[in-house]
T-cell receptor, first 115, second 112 residues
Framework: GNSVTQMEGPVTLSEEAFLTINCTYT??????LFWYVQYPGEGLQLLLK?????DKGSNKGFEATYRKETTSFHLEKGSVQVSDSAVYFC??????????????FGQGTILTVHP | NAGVTQTPKFRVLKTGQSMTLLCAQD?????MYWYRQDPGMGLRLIHY???????AKGEVPDGYNVSRLKKQNFLLGLESAAPSQTSVYFC???????????FGPGTRLTVL
């Protein structure tokens, strides 16, 4: 079956530090890959996505590249801010017309950024 | 445009009690989903619906039932609550042909 593995957290950084959150996946075929973010007390919201190999998703200074050869979709940001403190989830959607949009999520990584 | 709303926000139940969680969306989305979020386990799909009048099991359906009598509403029922169902429950919806799921703010349920 499909699965997503994220790096263990929590991650604590100082403001303006470089961020990497690792994500690897197991899936057959050609899944679509996503990063969702959950701010304190809120539901999840889509941060970025990539739908095919070598695609780069980007939003709000965050980037992730779909690497099929390493089955990875690592999240990066060059300079984090306190407002980036949240829980980050990597997710995949199985390719093909019968996925019905169902997502498989990683366990989530808590990021705390200090001033 | 409220997006996805969930009722209630918090609830405490005793073992064996029943309750229904309501999810409503005003985006005319075809697909709706119920997830539970537990520490260290991410979100796991309980049940989902691909349209009005349809429901299907997800990854962890045992102990839950759902109904989608109206397109905008997706109800999650617990017939006999157990402490293992203590969790945060999220509802999400998605339009056809779109990748993004839109999430509600969650319901925190505690079963004593």
């Amino acid at each position: 079956g499909n699965s997503v593995t994220q790096m263990e957290g929590p991650v604590t950084l100082s403001e303006e530090a470089f961020l990497t959150i690792n994500c690897t996946y197991t899936a057959t075929g050609y899944p679509s890959l996503f990063w969702y973010v959950q701010y304190p007390g809120e539901g999840l919201q889509l941060l970025l996505k990539a739908t095919k190999a070598d695609d780069k998703g980007s939003n709000k200074g965050f980037e992730a590249t779909y690497r099929k050869e390493t089955t990875s979709f690592h999240l990066e940001k060059g300079s984090v801010q306190v407002s980036d403190s949240a829980v980050y989830f990597c997710a995949l959607r199985r390719g093909g017309g019968t996925s019905y949009g169902k997502l498989t999520f990683g366990q989530g990584t808590i990021l705390t950024v200090h001033p | 445009n409220a997006g996805v709303t969930q009722t209630p926000k918090f609830r405490v139940l005793k073992t064996g009690q029943s309750m229904t969680l309501l999810c409503a969306q005003d985006m005319n989305h075809e697909y709706m989903y119920w997830y539970r979020q537990d520490p260290g386990m991410g979100l796991r799909l309980i049940h989902y619906s691909v349209g009005e009048g349809t429901t299907a099991k997800g990854e962890v359906p045992d102990g839950y039932n759902v109904s989608r009598l109206k397109k905008q509403n997706f109800l999650l029922g617990l017939e006999s609550a157990a402490p293992s169902q203590t969790s945060v429950y999220f509802c999400a919806s998605k339009g056809g042909g779109i990748d993004e799921q839109f999430f509600g703010p969650g319901t925190r349920l505690t079963v004593l």
